[in-house]
């Protein structure tokens, strides 16, 4: 099993990184004998992958991480590096290499505070490995302060740094942090491929894993969520018997609600999942005593937490609303392919008769006009209208078409 195993439906993005790793180990070994290192080379110091959710652009970094740490003997007999079984592989793919920072935010951006210390590490020699790798799985998260204090690290790497960035798209990230970045873009694996590694890896019952990948269009996450998440069932059907329910006011505004409800419930699960013990670690570290007094001067701290809780809990809640709104689109996306006498295989076979009704008692005018109304939902969403506002005027439009 090499680190590429998991990059599902990305042969030539595999090859090219594979080649890019085989490139990096020559030239470390190359350094380390104080022989000159060749000038051409598949490697350079910062990548850029994006690629449509789901695609695997962090699993494909995390790979190409793991590859560039291998220690495996057989790269001294022409073997290519990530095999998957050394040490530097298995410690780098789990997390846990000295060598290699895994960075992703459960925030709603990430700030230029906590750039700078990524900057500071990335200064560092290995000390372990072969390369110092920085994984910045949300670089479209960077707020301009923090894309510009990253900027000039990329600008000037470190000899041995390598920083491997992931955004959905090229839009997504800073002009002059792109321009210095070698792109590579992947694309949403197909429903075969996403069900064979449900199968393979996770132990999925093959018609389970197709009804999970059909439903999710190929995102990989969401699949293996939907196959193996009893609770994550449910709220998809949940939702995608919404657009039965649009048939008055009071339908649209009471399905509204219970689509915020839900994700407002979904924070609140992950809030009490982590929320309790980080509170108490830092309680712990901070000196509190055994009845629960804090020390003085710790209010500050206390209250940064708290903060950055409740930032955390918004962020659920609108990836959840995300999650849902997508699903949506899906359903009527196969309305309208069937409207239409498309051929195209429906990610919503398990509610076809829905799909049946709403598409004989529509158009495909309305239809498209229905997925617009989601569309903008999750724009006003992003411009961080109130979720409920911009679900009950969707809904609305839902009903109207």
Same mark, same amino acid.
């Given at each position: 099993m090499t680190v590429w195993d998991d990059l599902v439906g990305q042969d030539r993005v595999q090859e090219q990184l594979s080649g890019a790793a085989k490139d990096a180990d020559t030239q470390v070994t190359l350094q380390t004998a104080g022989e000159q290192s060749p000038d051409a080379s598949k490697m350079t110091?910062?990548?850029?992958? &994006?690629?449509p959710p789901g695609s695997g652009r962090s699993t494909a970094a995390r790979a190409f991480a793991a590859a560039l740490q291998c220690v495996s003997p057989d790269r001294a007999l022409g073997g290519a590096p990530g095999c998957g079984f050394c040490d530097g592989c298995h410690t780098a793919l789990v997390g846990t290499h000295a060598d290699v920072e895994i960075v992703r935010t459960d925030l709603l951006s990430i700030g230029v505070k906590e750039t700078r210390d990524l900057v500071r590490r990335a200064q560092l020699s290995p000390a372990v490995g072969r390369w110092q790798v920085i994984v910045l799985e949300d670089a479209d998260r960077l707020t301009e302060g923090a894309g510009n204090v990253l900027l000039k690290a990329v600008e000037e790497p470190a000899p041995r740094t390598v920083w491997l960035l992931c955004a959905p798209s090229l839009e997504d990230v800073l002009p002059t942090i792109r321009s210095r970045c070698r792109h590579l873009t992947l694309s949403t694996p197909s429903v075969t491929a996403v069900a064979e590694v449900l199968v393979r890896r996770d132990g999925i019952d093959p018609e389970a894993a197709m009804t999970a990948a059909r439903a999710t269009q190929g995102h990989i996450g969401r699949a293996r969520r939907l196959a193996t998440d009893e609770r994550?069932?449910?709220?998809?059907?949940?939702?995608l018997r919404l657009p039965l329910r649009t048939d008055d006011i009071g339908g649209c505004l009471k399905a509204a609600q219970e689509l915020v409800d839900a994700a407002g419930e979904d924070a609140k699960q992950v809030a009490e999942e982590v929320d309790e013990k980080e509170t108490e670690d830092l309680k712990a570290a901070l000196g509190a005593s055994s009845g629960g007094r804090m020390p003085r001067g710790t209010a500050g701290a206390m209250k940064e937490l708290a903060d950055r809780q409740k930032r955390r809990s918004t962020r659920t809640q609108r990836d959840s609303l995300d999650l849902a709104l997508t699903d949506l689109t899906g359903f009527y996306r196969d309305v309208l392919a069937l409207q239409l006498g498309s051929s195209v295989a429906l990610a919503n076979e398990d509610v076809r008769d829905?799909?049946?009704?709403?598409?004989?008692?529509? &158009?495909?005018e309305r239809t498209l006009r229905r997925i617009e109304s989601i569309i903008a939902c999750r724009q006003a969403l992003d411009r961080n209208v109130a979720p409920l506002l911009a679900v009950e005027a969707m809904a609305v439009s839902l009903r109207t078409g």
């Open positions: 110091h910062a990548w850029l992958f &994006t690629g994550a069932r449910k709220r998809r059907a949940a939702v829905s799909l049946d009704r709403i598409a004989r008692d529509s &158009t495909p």
